[in-house]
């Protein structure tokens, strides 16, 4: 096998670069896993319709991935997909849509896309917020976060799209993060050949609005943009792993620092070997993590769950995380083919 | 002969391309328009059911997918008019159909269809408003909608049929201007015309005008050298790695927000269209040479205005009428000429006052201008008019 280069991607897939998104933003990434996954499917170029609303997730394809495009309103890519895929069902028609796009402005559409199971992949990213406006509540933002439009903490809930699409009727469902680049590739591609509608959620970093958003500080070692990498890594699990049993997180009740040695005297009274840091944590700030060396130190580590307690609130490993992974994978009567099926008949000839 | 309306024949010979037959026929309003629509090549429509538009949906649901084309129900207005826009993209002669509140929803994406020069045909069969209003009443509250409503500086086409063989026949040609000029073409219908059965001829052939595709993927979508500054027209799917954006854009439909250029393109979309004005303005006369009071209308007010001038011609008053097909862009030129002997003119029309303004306009105070307003759902009575025109004279 040849060794594809960037440039072979770059020159092959991409237009008008320098792309316009800010240092550090995920959708280069998204980008760059779309085009490896259209490559390595070989599906052609010409026959790709890229359909984007509105907002910095919009600007991935338009103008950068080099198919037929169409940038269109805030929230109706799907809409405008839904036209172009049923009129001409040879396409490979892809949406682009941001958590604002398309699970606000846009929800409608997609649990009705969804609903018809109509062959149209669309890629999702979810960066919490409305980043191109400047950092606005959406319906994926964390219950309590405050932004500019919820200055006293966010009072709703939020959309667990996947669990959405799936209720809908998806017929491709996975969710990844911009940290879990090369899994992404493979449910793009998955969803790419799935003949239905396809559903792919990518949590994604926005060092901008996020750093407010997620009340981060910034760390000594990493960017903002690799610390939410890191961030995501740490507060989401991939559901067909088996659990890891060897480490738990206390969410402290005062100060980190003095916390974190109120536990390190317990763990080293009781004679546990742990190594303990501190990571940040989608929904619980920055908190403190304990692994322990090996399983009899994590055995001795819970019985002490007790003595923790008065420093704060004990996580197990996936406690309070978000759920990785393909959530559905079937396949279901596509909806342009059935429609095709009704004119044929119509028209008296056989399929 | 009237053939029954249902007896279909098998058009151009073509396997499957069933079609009304030329001829007499009896019709709905709605279905003359979705008629028109199949005749002159339509093979998209989406919609949302919404009274009095439904029947165009109803006709367009059973006829489109057996004549190969594409027919879906969306679950909005909004999604409608976006789906029809995305076929338009893919090749489609594309149409939708919708009554005042779906209208209203459909704004940001008529927008965008001007932005883009996206040819589409979209039907209002207004009802009366504000609001829900009277759901099942015919109006003509929209006029300013269908030219204002949508953001932005643009130049719209709005057709109002005052019958169902006009129904057929702006349909048809909405499509046609719209494919020619890539612009969207609004169909002002009412409920009164939309519900009423009347007997129309189908010609024995509709004329088609079809977009202009560039001959090389090298084009510029979004701009030429063409005197009708209509750009040619690419279709997705065919290597032409096109751009297409509601954002600002050079000639190759790459964003691009600096002031000349969007100032270009905002001046060529609308001067495309006032160019083209005498191909797109009728205005139909009728007894206006020898008049010194003129009744102006359109759509279904212009039915009873019609009534109105015979009998006002039966009782000795010399009345003209000017009967407006096209309302935008607003025919101020033929109003003027047609009027330079007149001395009153009466706008009739089913609202509180809107075509009167610009008629006032376009004949700059020079002669009395009086409106006969209606609203509530009645169409005016022939004889609510003639009082009218009665009125004038005193
Ligand atoms: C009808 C309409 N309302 C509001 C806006 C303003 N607007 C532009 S981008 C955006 C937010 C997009 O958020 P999201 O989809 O999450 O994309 P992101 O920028 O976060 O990638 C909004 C509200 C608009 N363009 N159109
Ligand atoms: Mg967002």
Redesign the pocket.
Known sequence: MSIKTTSYYRDRYVRHLPTSFCTGCG?GMILNSFVRAVDELGVDLEKILSVS??????WIPSPHFNSDTLHV???RAIPFATGAKIFNNELTTVVF?????????GGNHLIHAARRNIDITTIL???F?????GG?V?P?TLLGLKTLTSPYGNLERPFDLCKLMQAAGATYVARWTTYHIRELRRSIMAALKNKGFSFVEVL?Q?PI?QRRLFNLRPSDQLDMSSQILEMFKESTYIRHMPREENYFYIVPKGELSLSRRKVSNILSENSVEYKIGEVDRLFFGRILKVECRNIESFKKSLNLVKRFAKIGKVLRSRSGKIGLGVFVSKSSKEFTDSMREISAFEKGVEV | MVRNSLSRICYNGEEGREMLAPGKHILLGNHACAEGALHVGCDFFAGYPITPASEISHYMAKWLSKLGGFYIQMEDEIASISAILGASWAGAKAMTATSGPGFSLMQ?NLSYAYMTETPCVIVNVQRSGPSTGQATLPAQQDVYQARYGAHGDYEAIVLTPWSVQEMFDLTVKAFNLSEKLRNPVILLADGAIGHMREGIIVPEKVKRIGRRCPESVECTPFDTDDPSLVPEMPVIGQGYHLLVTGSAHRSSGLRDYTPQQHRDTVERICTKIRRARNEIIEVDQNNIEDADIAVISYGVAARPSFGAMLKALDNGLKVGMLRLKTIWPFPDREIRKATEGIDNILVVEMNMGKIVREVERAVARRINVVLAPKVGGEVHTSDEIFQAIRRLKQ
């Open positions: 959708n609303g509105i907002g910095c997730s919009a309103t805030h929230g849509t941001g958590d604002g796009d398309g699970a606000g402005i990213v979810n960066n917020s409305y980043a191109m406006t606005q959406a994926t994604s926005c609005q | 940001e």
